[in-house]
């Protein structure tokens, strides 16, 4: 399995060769950020116009026939290297447009839908045996309709542990504004069975019945014997306010919003109309609010 140190070498070579991906990662450290409280936890929002094209997506089944798939071998950029992981299953990508100033993808070698439930969860023990051999980065999974922009192709997401303060929330048992599940756990049998559990309970409820897997983030980091998994259960995958019209907002939460970052590529959203207030409503409308 590969460690972290090959990942963070792998990520330096990409950029030292790959001068679009190197803009874009050098862009981060200008990028306007802004904070916010939200029942005592701080929130950040960050303004980056380069995630506009995850965040307003179309993910209706005739646009995702319509484009190229991005993560297939065939349409990636001759520039964009690659690491294969995970017994072949996998290839490990530098993610040219980064939130963060360490931002992987990685996808499934084959093309198959973004269902991490499929198989009796086999794609969550694989994201298990990858975090717990990656300490000090956190892998994250958008379900095909809770901020994935690639539902078509499975695929998970990595960055630096340190980037999502989710993490330290659930470690000091901090109240959440959002119900989530949480485990640490410390083999893999193990984890499949209590993320098999999480799902068949979720499954059940209204939002989800009739969907392929129920509409859930999960974020895994390896820690002192083992991996923390967090699922967040997702009432919806956008707000009723989503959209680029007059008293509209583009703002599609993902694992990295919902764990304490939220992304807005639009400035005038940014700058004019995010805040508290517009963040406490858009953790309620997608996600299952406390109390």
Known sequence: MMNTGELIDFHSRQLAVWPMAAANFAALQAIEVKEFEIDGLPWRG??????????????????????????????RPDMQLYLTMEGGGYKVL????????????????????????????????????????????ALFYNGPACGASAPDHFHFQAVERTSLPIFDWVERNAALPFKVAAADLSDEEGAREWFRGVCDTLSRLPENIGLEEPRINILCAAVAGGVRAIVIPRRAHRPDFYGTASGQLLLSPASVDLSGVLIAPSSADFHHKINSSVLRALLSQTCYTVG
């Open 94 to 137: 530098v993610n040219p447009f980064p939130i963060f100033p360490v931002h992987f993808t990685i996808p499934a070698v084959i093309h198959i839908p973004q269902l991490i439930t499929a198989g009796g969860a086999r794609r969550f023990a694989d994201m298990f045996r990858m975090a717990r051999s990656l300490p000090g980065l």
């Open 46 to 75: 960050q303004h980056n116009p380069a995630r506009i094209a995850s965040t307003a997506a179309k993910l209706d089944k005739d646009s995702l026939a319509a484009r190229p798939c991005f993560l297939c071998d065939a349409n």
